[in-house]
Nanobody
């Protein structure tokens, strides 16, 4: 089971990026998918998650109104659209898949079983 992130890079403050999380070897349809990030010297934090059907999404307060998570079942891919990026969004971003997660744990790294390798997002002038 493999998750691969793409779409990261360097962007100026106020800019936008779209991250993609593609699965290899399994279908994402049966998994809740989360996006997490980890900045140097900080703990990994949950950014957003989306339910198996795509009908329910969750966001950290710090990204509400700026980030949008979505999934394309046909492409077996989950996206994180990020707009109005800020320097404090700089981090390595990870996508992860959860087979079963309880309400209240959707943004908790411990609830996720499979992880991608991470991709760097840098917001800077």
């Amino acid at each position: 089971l493999q998750l691969v992130e793409s779409g990261g890079g360097l962007v100026q403050p106020g800019g936008s990026l779209r991250l993609s999380c593609a699965a290899s070897g399994f279908t994402l349809d049966y998994y809740r998918i989360g996006w997490f990030r980890q900045a140097p010297g900080k703990e990994r934090e949950g950014v957003s998650s989306i339910s198996e059907s795509g009908s329910t999404t969750n966001y950290a307060d710090s990204v509400k109104g700026r980030f949008t998570i979505s999934r394309d079942h046909a492409k077996n891919t989950v996206y994180l659209q990020m707009i109005n990026l800020k320097p404090e969004d700089t981090a390595v971003y990870y996508c992860a898949a959860s087979k079963s997660s309880a309400y209240g744990t959707y943004l908790s790294p411990a609830a996720y079983n499979y992880w991608g390798q991470g991709i760097q997002v840098t917001v800077s002038l």
